[in-house]
């Protein structure tokens, strides 16, 4: 049977998931391979390929496209597309938008493309759901010359919301109108959303802007630049490094970048307790930013690895937020139910699992269908 292959590149990982194509796609294979480029691990994401494609054959399934989440897709592809020699150049291009990711995709994009020329392959962006983000949203207050150059908010983990707001288009209940959307995971981002449209975003021109991460910093004072150049003689190599492998969680704790982890320590290491407090509040505070935005609030979606799994860091952001109509019933978080909020709440907050593989099988069905 015709099957979908979808591939998610990281610097030195590859997630693939494998969909039988038809009305109802059908998940027959995932799986992850880590620490590409590192020893013990693959040489390169090209040396993937051939792991992968053996997966595949033990299915007994045949590979008819393969679909990939392109995280940046700069100010040039606002929907998913086929990808051609003239797709393949603009990211090329636009690489220095964004050198965490889009070097791995193009050679896993390469790659597939040398050992299997006449599979069609489809490039499903991250920033694509954020398309619509109003001018007032995705200007940057920086001389305008450089938004000829591309340089404004993009926003990412698109491929997680518009799997959300399909789940949630097909609830019995409808899509709720003034929407606030938070991933939260290795890497964290929330967005608002009206009627199903991205009006405002924490990630920006790339995805180390926003609330604090794992890993990355998240939003930080320009002048600290400036300011490490001068007292350090830090490069700007040097700043890039430190702001997307070196801060966020792991920096303010100095020991882990696991949630799990610094919750079991945070009673004997102040360190890891200010880690979780300053991603708590820096979460909380931007859901009531957001709820500005929208001129109100409707529902809270927590999604990604901790947003999902872990009810004590849900029940820290939702704490205090009852002026805005959220009440938590305690219960239902601590059991992971999908509703948590009390039945009565003037606004919703739910738990629903995001499946960006799932959507990149969708989307690629769509663009070769079209």
């Known amino acids: 049977m015709a099957s979908v292959l979808c591939v998610n590149a990281g610097s030195s990982s590859l997630k693939f998931a494998l969909f039988t194509a038809g009305d109802l796609p059908r998940r027959a294979l995932s799986g992850q391979i880590e620490r590409i480029g590192l020893t013990g691990g693959p040489a390169d994401h090209a040396a993937c390929v051939d792991v992968v494609m053996e997966r595949v054959r033990q299915t007994g399934e045949t590979v008819s496209a393969v679909g990939h989440r392109i995280v940046h897709g700069g100010p040039r592809y606002v929907e998913s597309s086929k990808i051609t020699s003239e797709v393949l150049a603009e990211l090329r291009r ?193 859901i009531g930013a957001f709820t500005a935005s929208l001129g109100g609030l409707d529902m809270v979606v927590f999604s990604g690895g901790i947003g999902e799994h872990s009810a004590t860091m849900r029940a820290r952001i939702l704490e205090g937020l009852e002026f805005l109509g959220l009440h938590l019933d305690a219960a239902k978080n601590g059991a992971n139910e999908e509703i948590i909020t009390r039945p009565n709440s003037p606004a919703t907050a739910r738990v629903i699992p995001t499946d960006e593989e799932s959507e990149i099988a969708r989307s690629t069905l769509e663009v070769l269908a079209s």
């Open 94 to 286: 636009i690489s220095p938008f964004d050198p965490e990711h889009l070097p791995a995709e193009i050679a896993l994009i390469e790659a597939f493309t040398r050992r299997f020329p006449d599979v069609p392959q489809v490039a499903c962006f991250d920033t694509a759901f954020h398309r619509d983000l109003p001018r007032v949203s995705r200007l940057l207050a920086i001389p305008r010359k450089y938004e000829a150059a591309g340089v404004r908010r993009y926003g990412f983990h698109g491929l997680s919301y518009a799997y959300l707001v399909g789940r949630l288009r097909n609830d019995p209940g409808g899509l709720p109108g003034r929407l606030v959307l938070a991933h939260l995971g290795n890497g964290s981002s929330l967005a608002a959303v009206r009627d199903g449209r991205s009006v405002d975003t924490t990630m920006g021109f790339t995805p180390t802007a926003g609330v604090p991460m794992s890993r990355r910093s998240g939003d930080l004072d320009p002048g600290l630049v400036a300011y490490l150049a001068r007292a350090e003689g830090m490069t700007p190599e040097q700043f890039h490094e430190m702001v997307n492998t070196k801060s966020g969680l792991l920096g303010i704790s100095e020991t882990s970048s696991d949630v799990r982890d610094l919750l079991e320590r945070e009673r004997s290491d102040p360190r890891a307790a200010e880690a979780l407090a300053v991603f708590c509040y820096r979460v909380k505070q931007t």
